[in-house]
């Protein structure tokens, strides 16, 4: 076998395509759970096409995309990676009746989660990224502007509210690179976007083996992805906006800072999901859903010990090469 950087590996994003009448049963099989644990672990990445009512995706579009102009309208408002990209936070409004369960809660991704993270994972974050009309992309980062651990910690389930491809802003993503995804690869920590970006000689690297992919998805699918894989936000070459909400979910044991500011009149509503899926909330009278900002969370954690070994958990073991 040659050197990885003589090879060019022609990845594609696994797709697991959700059966109807498992879709409608609301259970998730061994063979879904088995299969999607895989290839998370493998690519960092898989895809359920199926996963949720297109009914209820049209619901929360018809009401975002209206919402998205007014919100960038905001001159407060924020715009990840420079207002140039045009990608800005949003989040799904939480109303009793928009609250559907195979979006905030979905059975199938939630067993999934629950495979990779250990039993009754915890959503930290509940917002979106609505990609507007643009010309600019986002620079290549992971998630992780903080100094976080080199193994497995956190998940992001995003739901595009419409079909997304190339021509719509579909998210770049880089398959694979969670397993080589630790702080020291970020650019550098001169500016917050800085802590995002991973360093441009590590991306070159990659990109020869391992060129980005940007996939298309239909309405109904849910992206699962590991908080450490590579991505970018691209171009909306369209009129319409690009809703496309997130969800980050962490294990248990690892006590996650986040916190999802919710209304005190869904909480019996989130606490049924309980046992599959737990949500650590900020209970408060009313939440108005266009003022949540990316910028007021942490995915690091609370945990004694994880911040105790901190430094020793960082970076892969010194007998296993750091390959790009
Ligand atoms: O909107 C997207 O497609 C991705 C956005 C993103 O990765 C970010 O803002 O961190
Ligand atoms: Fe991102």
Redesign the pocket.
């Known amino acids: 076998m040659g050197s990885v950087e003589n090879r060019l590996y022609d990845q594609e994003i696994h797709k697991i395509i959700i059966p109807e009448e498992v879709r409608q049963n609301g259970k998730a099989t061994n063979e879904i759970i088995a299969e999607g644990i895989s290839f998370l672990h493998r690519d960092g990445i898989v895809v359920l096409e199926n996963a949720i009512d297109t009914a209820h995706l049209d619901t929360l579009n018809a009401l975002l995309s209206k919402e998205a102009l007014e919100i960038a309208q905001d001159p407060d408002h924020h715009f990840?990676?420079g207002k140039e990209?045009r990608?800005m936070d949003q989040a799904p409004p939480p109303r009793k009746d928009l609250m559907f369960k195979d979006v905030w809660c979905n059975p199938f991704a939630a067993a999934i989660l629950a495979g990779v993270l250990g039993p009754r994972p915890v959503v930290h974050y509940a917002n979106g990224?609505?990609?507007l009309k643009a010309t600019g992309r986002?620079p290549v980062?992971s998630?992780c502007e903080f100094k976080h651990p080199n193994f497995l910690f956190a998940m992001v389930v995003?739901v595009n509210l419409v079909d997304t491809s190339s021509e719509n802003?579909?998210?770049?993503f880089w398959l694979g690179s969670h397993h080589c995804s630790t702080s020291a690869e970020h650019a550098g920590d001169a500016t917050v976007e800085e802590m995002?970006e991973i360093k441009k000689e590590h991306i070159e690297t990659r990109r020869k083996h391992s060129p980005p992919i940007q996939t298309t998805t239909k309405k109904g699918s849910l992206i699962i992805r590991d908080l450490r894989l590579w991505?970018?936000?691209?171009p909306n070459k369209t009129d319409d906006p690009?809703v496309?909400l997130?969800f980050v979910v962490e294990p248990a044991w690892y006590q996650g800072k986040g916190l999802v500011k919710l209304p005190k009149s869904v909480k019996e509503l989130v606490e049924s999901w309980d046992d599959e899926l737990q949500f650590a909330a900020d209970w408060v009278d009313e939440v108005d859903h266009k003022k949540i900002r990316?910028t007021d969370t942490s995915f690091d954690t609370d945990n004694i010990q994880l911040n105790k070994y901190r430094e020793e958990l960082l970076y892969r073991p010194a007998y296993i090469p750091a390959t790009f």
């Open positions: 990840n990676f990209t990608n990224n609505t990609a986002q980062h998630d995003n802003g579909a998210t770049e995002f991505h970018a936000g691209m690009r496309m997130a990316s």
